[in-house]
């Protein structure tokens, strides 16, 4: 095995022992890579990792446990003297909480694929940990299997980055491809999702946004060294795409896909997830299915992409079980020998934009009177804001002849601008309900 060696050539380094806190999707994952590859793993790390004592509040049909001390109680797992990495698989803010800061307190390092915690706790549970001299790592907790912590905190590290941009929630691109695909009912495939342990334990955390709204702030926070800022993020779901969006979208071109979006402006930091349409033929568009993909663009790189699986059993245990390796070659090493945790020394306090300010180009739906003169007053309405129309069509209403519907493709604008258009469409006679908005980014 390799690893500093004595005399007779025994490795020196004692195992590292593991307490896996959590024993279902990720952490059955994580038990079981850590067991079948127990001899590839050792030879990385320079020791042997050994799982010490997991938890389970009941049994996990794809693990095998003989020969592993479990336990119901996770604070016997962080107490256990023996225990030198706490490995959080619990999810959730609340005991993973106590987990995650008992276990700093007992002087342990820990790994965690918690997003939820790290980005509404991040700072504290750092701090912490820096206090005590011990590492937090995180790699599983955004993108699952796709290296991008380590990529953007260590392998960008000579970049100013830009932007980023990121389909990073599994269940809800596995959902819009399957609607688009097979034309498949949004409960339908978000159900499937949930039977293949995809989706969160709260779902609409999917759906909603809030899950890639949690891995955006981590990405953003290391990707320009500023504080973690989930509460500044704006957040908009997929629930309310509807089905004639998706094809129009596809009539001009296009593609929607749920994306977390981070820029660096004059004016401040672009934090945002919501449905996109972006041109078909962006290399992250073909991103479909459970798959994840993140496109960082850097001033030295210029534009580079990471594509992979983001949820699962086994892709986010590869991530966890990477920290566990890195933790076991680091942990005896002095804490400069670490990168830092949110990647920066020294944090820039730069405002996150809010959603009225950004600057994007939009997809209008707007059902109306077919008669004359309407399409007129849109497009008064919208030159009265110095918006820019790029595309125009029309189509038949729905259901009605007497209806239309009006797609609408605009150059950037400010939001605020867009939203002054939208209220004063909506309150002309000729338009039938609200007005449908997708945000267009073109990702150059
Ligand atoms: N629910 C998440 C997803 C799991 O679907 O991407 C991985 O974070």
Redesign the pocket.
């Known amino acids: 095995m390799a690893g500093p060696t004595d005399l007779t050539g025994e490795n020196i380094l004692k195992p590292v022992k593991v307490g896996i806190c959590g024993l279902g999707t990720v952490g059955g994952g994580t038990f079981n890579v850590l067991t079948k590859n127990a001899k590839e793993i050792a030879r990385r790390a320079g020791r042997e990792i050994i799982i010490e004592q997991v938890t389970l509040r009941r049994p996990n049909p794809a693990v095998d446990t003989t020969g592993v001390k479990t336990t119901a109680d996770v604070f016997e797992v962080v107490n256990n003297p023996d225990i030198d990495i706490i490995v959080e698989l619990i999810g959730g803010y609340t005991i993973a909480k106590d987990v995650v800061m008992s276990a700093i307190e007992n002087g342990k390092h820990v790994v965690t694929?918690n997003?939820a915690l790290i980005a509404v706790y991040g700072e504290e549970i750092f701090a912490a940990a820096e206090a005590k001299g011990v590492s937090v790592t995180y790699e599983?907790?955004?993108?699952?299997g796709i290296p991008i912590i380590k990529a953007i905190r260590e392998g960008l590290a000579a970049n100013r980055i830009n932007w980023l941009a990121g389909i990073?929630?599994?269940?809800?691109?596995?959902i819009l491809t399957e609607m688009r695909d097979k034309g498949r009912d949004f409960a339908d495939v978000l159900a499937e999702?949930q039977a293949l342990g995809?989706?969160?334990a709260d779902?609409t955390?999917?759906v909603e946004g809030i899950?890639?709204a949690h891995?955006l702030t981590i990405l953003s926070s290391i990707a320009y060294g500023i504080p973690l800022q989930f509460q500044h993020c704006y957040t908009e779901g997929i629930s309310k795409v509807a089905p004639e969006d998706v094809e129009y979208a596809e009539e001009l071109g296009y593609r929607i896909k749920h994306l977390g979006i981070s820029r660096r402006t004059d004016r401040g930091i672009d934090l945002r997830v919501h449905p996109t349409m972006i041109p078909e033929h962006r290399p992250i568009a073909k991103v479909d299915g459970?798959l994840?993909a993140v496109t960082v663009n850097g001033d030295a790189v210029g534009d580079t992409l990471y594509v992979g699986a983001?949820?699962?059993a086994g892709p986010?245990a590869s991530a966890v079980v990477a920290d566990i390796i890195d933790l076991a070659r680091t942990m005896d090493a002095p804490a400069s020998a670490s990168v830092n945790h949110l990647a920066f020394d020294t944090i820039d306090d730069v405002r996150v934009l809010p959603i009225e300010q950004v600057e994007t180009a939009y997809y209008l739906r707007i059902q109306v009177q077919d008669r004359t003169g309407v399409l007129a007053s849109i497009a008064t309405i919208l030159s009265q804001r110095e918006i820019n129309i790029e595309a125009l069509i029309q189509k038949e209403g729905p259901e009605d002849d007497a209806l239309a519907q009006i797609i609408i493709l605009t150059h950037r604008v400010e939001e605020q601008k867009m939203d002054e258009a939208i209220a004063a469409i909506e309150t002309l006679d000729s338009t039938h309900g609200k007005v449908t908005r997708i945000r267009v980014e073109h990702l150059d």
Not at 168 to 174: A, R, S
């Open positions: 694929a997003k599983a907790a955004v993108a699952g990073i929630n599994g269940t809800g691109n596995f999702a995809y989706a969160e779902p955390f999917d899950d890639a891995k459970v994840n983001g949820a699962g986010t």
